[in-house]
């Protein structure tokens, strides 16, 4: 990872600090300090790149999930189809940086072997030598399956019953889950990113009381 540029905009030299300050005041130089510098200028409208037609291009920020370190990300997608992933310059955390990991975001996104659809285990035997024979089902299907169970359960009395677990998630939708089960009633919440990674956010809870990455 380049360091080149990094921390730039919180720099301010004398000179600038003193035209600021004698010019228009405390204010501006308050926002000069904030405002990074040489931005990279996102094209947001679509383009006519050819005779062949209106190519639509556009970028989306969002955050790599390829570690719990969750750099912030723009994605340019063309014709609805996400082409390339680069750091966000407009992150205060990661500075526009992101790490090889980050950029092969997109040979996951494209992984033939991706899941993408609900799958359901069709088996009713259980074991290591069982084959669970998944069956994809519908996105309704699998709501209405699993909003039925938990319902089941909860009226039951005993919504303890009911284990959460969870993979690796954008900070607000790990918000949405714990407020989730917090809700329903059940402490058994299970994040299953890593072990390594579920220990350092148990060490971290037991020593100042948040339960996230040190990151
Ligand atoms: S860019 Fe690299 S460091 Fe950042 S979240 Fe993705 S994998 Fe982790």
Redesign the pocket.
Known sequence: MSSEGKGERFKLSRRSFLKASGVTGITVFATSLIKPKNLFKFPQKAKTVDNEGVITEKWINSS????P???A?SIRVVNGKAVRIKGNPFSKV?EGE??P??HIGLQVLYDPARITSPMKRTNPEKGRESDPHWEKISWEEALNEVSNKLQDIRNSGNPEQTVVFSGLNSRSDEDLIGRFVSAYGTPNLITGDSLEDESERVGRWLADGNYSHIA
């Open positions: 790599c999930l390829n570690c370190a969750r750099c990300t990661s992101i790490c990991r980050g």
